[in-house]
């Protein structure tokens, strides 16, 4: 049985009035994130790995994140920050730049979401084994 995921972004109180689609749970605003670029791959029997990538994230992706997680009538949920740090340009000819292919705009991201799809997959792993 593969398990539902949905990610979720808690607002700060300067988001609120960003968005139409916000849930408040004990007096914490949050807003789905509708259509996340994700990918959820099967491990072994039971154990699934899920990650949100966050295609060309701005400092307004900043913030606390929530993975959710539904398996049959059990339910988890885990929480990570990501803050997203701009890359400034290099002030030196010839130095390493936002352009080098080792330093990607999306490199400090990528990092978080390995991260997260760790901690994923160990959460699955807890669940399934509570449900056995």
């Not at 259509?35 to 966050?54: A, C, K, M, Q, Y």
């Not at 993975?67 to 030196?92: D, G, H, M, Q, W």
Request: charged letters at 20%.
């Amino acid at each position: 049985i593969e398990p539902n995921i949905k990610w979720l972004k808690r607002l700060e109180t300067w988001e609120h009035t960003q968005y139409t689609d916000v849930i408040e749970v004990e007096n914490k605003k949050f807003r789905f994130i509708r259509h996340p670029e994700s990918v959820s791959l099967p491990l072994r029997e039971g154990e699934f790995v899920n990650t949100l990538i966050i295609p060309d994230a701005s400092l307004s992706d900043s913030g606390m994140y929530y993975c959710f997680i539904a398996l049959r009538v059990e339910y988890e949920f885990k929480n990570t920050y990501l803050t997203v740090i701009p890359i400034s340009p290099s002030p030196f000819p010839g130095s390493i730049s936002s352009s080098s292919p080792f330093m990607g705009t999306g490199d400090p991201i990528l990092i978080v979401i390995i991260c997260l799809s760790i901690f994923v997959f160990f959460l699955l792993i807890s669940i399934i084994l509570c449900i056995v």
